[in-house]
């Protein structure tokens, strides 16, 4: 997938690099997860591990100094670690990620529907993606969970041309929305404002924009995922036509059941036929418009759509199904949406 001359962006080479910094740590992994529901709580089967386990492991039973940097190494180590398990790279067709990057978020997109990654980490390709004036060669994208706060947060873990970048956000009670409500209220927080010159720095200028690009990216980002957790994602095996990603399974050995990392990276195709539809819909358009054969079409943009079902005074039981509406090509002798 990758040219030999530039490995450093190669998502196998920087995990497998990574956890080996850690051997201490990939050791026991197994360990700590056959421990769920016996010495530790049980934890939701869409988490792979709890963040605090990773600390636990971290740590190992040693007293270090727990600093921010040393924070972060851990969620990092919780991203690598999980992905080596299933190694799943996703690539959305060229024309499709360009469209979903442009379709914006939805209110009506309860958090929880990030819960739906078909495995417990996956890393999305994203070539010729640029993120606060960095190529983005890719990111990887996990929920886990907090025991001691009884929290979830979204992580995402950014292959950027000047490294790793680490983007974590909670999913609290809310839409998708409201995501990048926080990141910008935070990033006001963080600029080390009183609470006296918070109204002032929203209406400044230089910061504003700053953070609302910075939103704007990570958006576009939210968008790809979604699209890989709605209900009927398009998603193909690049070398076992037929075949679709899922959580890896334990096998069976002589000391019992146990889970080992994947041997390979596996290649998905997102979006494949959707995106030729995207790019001949979008080449006939452009063709049409040269050619003055027809009024000028223009694009209505893709959204999403989604809606509950079940019993309203059942909350637990209700389920929320969502699906994204493709563009529109709106002009001409006749609309022509691209399905």
Known sequence: MLDVNNQIIDPVRIADA?????????????????????????????????????????????????????????????????????????????????????????????VDVFLHFPEWCIYVSTPGMCMQGEELYGFWAMVNKNDVKNDKSLYLLLNRENGLKLESFRLKTGSVNTILEDMFHQGLDASGATPETIDALKHSEYLSTYLKNQARDVGRLLSILLYICSDEPEIGSERQPGSYPARPKPVKTKKGFRLFPANGPRYWRVGENMGEMLATAFAETDVSAATGRQVRAHLRRGHWHGFWSGKRDEPEARVFSYHWLPPQIIGGRRNKVVY
């Open 18 to 110: 990574f956890c080996r910094q850690h051997p201490q740590v990939t050791a026991n992994i197994e360990q700590a997860r056959l421990m769920k529901g016996k010495a530790f709580p049980d934890w939701p089967n869409w988490c792979f591990l709890p963040v605090t386990r990773w600390l636990m492991l971290y740590m190992g039973g040693q007293k270090r100094e727990f600093t921010p940097a040393v924070w972060l190494e851990i969620q990092k180590l919780s991203v690598l670690g999980t992905w080596r398990y299933s190694k799943g790279i996703y690539t959305p067709h060229p024309s499709l990620l360009n469209v979903l990057a442009e379709t914006p978020l939805s209110d009506s997109l309860p």
